[in-house]
């Protein structure tokens, strides 16, 4: 049986010689009896995207996966790759999930459009669970279907004309997302990074924590602690500086607390715990890692109604226009899943599920320590970073993807400092980790 459209898409692979890596474009073509003909529309491209490098990183990890199981159909892969949760969600949270859903079917339970910004209830919670005593209102929180959907309306928020700073290394969303807006120039060739962005080295050999008295001022300072992909959380004296630094330079803080559950010391959960900065921050999280909703899709945004414009006008008011006008709210049933999440009975659940992969750190950090590698993270975080010096991390990407049928991510795709790192996740289940470190001991 024929398709019913005879149009075709095809893919040209093109392999960048500076990093090792394919990068995939989409070439779209039509088939007329046989012969290929290309069309093209009038319209430009938008020339912001034309200044992306390459693809987008965990996408093209995936793409170099599904060759090698091409190439080794019958090997077994394991990912040490992609943060993805692996453990089933505790049932309390998928019950009431699944019962709202159900409600959906009657006329007493049906509901449609909900409030933009979240539940009442679960505004609520959010801010009783995570901010408590730290001065947050439940009309601060706006709920979301994820951080990294959050990153994007707060980069509409800014607009092109914002000049912003990011740790390096850094996840990959915000430096891609502040091409796309407008706010990066063009790429210095022979390191990789993007003019107009300063990057903000964050290293062994300061920490993980940057040289605040070398950096200049920008509008906005993205800051993700625990950081991924380091897995660094910064202390309170060191979030003390960011904060400090911020007030002095009039500038934003984005503050990524996405792993914040994780943190096992006495290093600050949230920016707000640190003293003023309710007036220089926004925090994003996510339920995606707190809870396993990588799926489910949930997260939210908190912005103080002390946050003001230099003319004064609150943040808050126009990221609430935003979030009106380019988001129908989260979905009713991942809500419902959020706020079981964080009942007695959920977040019990949820937390022992968190240590599960915190023990997975534990055997892969013992796993590379003792291989004689100087190996990060692993303990406030569920990444860690793993260091091979003198290598490019694509290299040694590939070389293990070869022998020992393991994905991970070459630290390059989080910035100019991960060149020659990797990353490896936590995420996974229990005999997949053991198997994952007898092969790397095996390998290394």
């Known amino acids: 049986m024929q ?180 706010q990066a120039g063009d790429v210095e060739k022979e390191s990789g990074s993007y003019k107009n962005i300063q990057y903000m080295k964050c290293e062994p050999e300061n920490s993980f924590f940057p040289d605040l008295s070398k950096t200049g001022r920008t509008d906005v300072i993205f800051f993700c602690s625990p950081n991924n992909p380091t897995g660094h959380a910064a202390s309170r004296q060191q979030l003390e500086q960011v904060v400090r630094f911020a007030q002095e330079n009039g500038s934003i803080i984005v503050y990524d607390s996405a792993y914040a559950v994780y943190i096992s010391d006495e290093s600050p959960r949230s920016i707000y715990e640190i003293p003023g900065a309710e007036k220089v921050a926004i925090e994003v999280s996510s339920f995606s890692k707190i809870a396993g909703f990588t799926g489910v899709r949930l997260g939210w945004t908190v912005v103080p109604k002390e946050l003001l414009y230099s003319n004064g006008f609150p943040v808050i008011n126009d990221f609430n226009r935003i979030v009106c006008t380019c988001f129908n709210g989260a979905s009713r049933i991942a809500q419902a899943g959020g706020l079981a999440s964080l009942s007695k009975e959920g977040f019990k659940a949820v937390i022992s599920l968190i240590d599960y992969y915190k023990e997975n750190a534990e055997i892969l950090l013992e796993t590379f320590k003792s291989m004689g590698l100087r190996v990060y993270g692993g303990v406030n975080a569920p990444y860690l970073w793993v260091h091979f010096p003198g290598s490019n991390s694509w290299d040694v990407f590939g070389e293990i993807l070869e022998k020992t049928h393991i994905i991970t991510v070459p630290g390059s795709g989080f910035g100019p400092a991960g060149k020659e790192f990797i990353r490896v996740t936590a995420f996974g289940q229990r005999e997949n980790i053991l198997e994952a470190s007898r092969r790397l001991r095996s390998f290394l």
Do not use: W
């Not at 090997?75 to 019962?99: F, Q, R, Y």
């Not at 159900?102 to 509901?111: C, E, I, Q």
């Not at 928020?157 to 914002?162: A, E, I, R």
């Open 3 to 182: 398709p019913e459209s005879d149009t075709t898409f095809s893919f040209a692979i093109s392999t960048s010689i500076k990093l090792g890596r394919p990068s995939i474009r989409k070439i779209f073509t039509s088939q007329d009896n046989g012969n290929v003909t290309s069309y093209r529309t009038k319209v430009a491209r938008n020339p912001t995207l034309e200044r992306l490098q390459y693809n987008y990183l965990f996408p093209e990890i995936s793409a170099r996966e599904l060759e090698h199981i091409k190439k080794y159909p019958n090997a077994k892969v394991i990912s040490l790759g992609i943060g993805d949760t692996t453990e089933p969600l505790p049932d309390v949270v998928a019950s009431s999930m699944a019962n709202y859903a159900h409600s959906l079917s009657t006329r007493t339970g049906y509901r449609g459009y909900g409030a933009e910004q979240g539940s009442k209830e679960l505004r609520k919670a959010i801010a009783e669970t995570f901010y408590k005593d730290m001065g947050i209102k439940d009309t601060e929180v706006f709920v979301s279907d994820g951080a990294q959907c959050d990153i994007s309306r707060l980069q509409l928020l800014f607009g092109s004309k914002m000049s912003i700073a990011v740790q390096d290394p850094i996840f990959p969303a915000y430096i891609d997302s502040s091409v796309i807006i407008g």
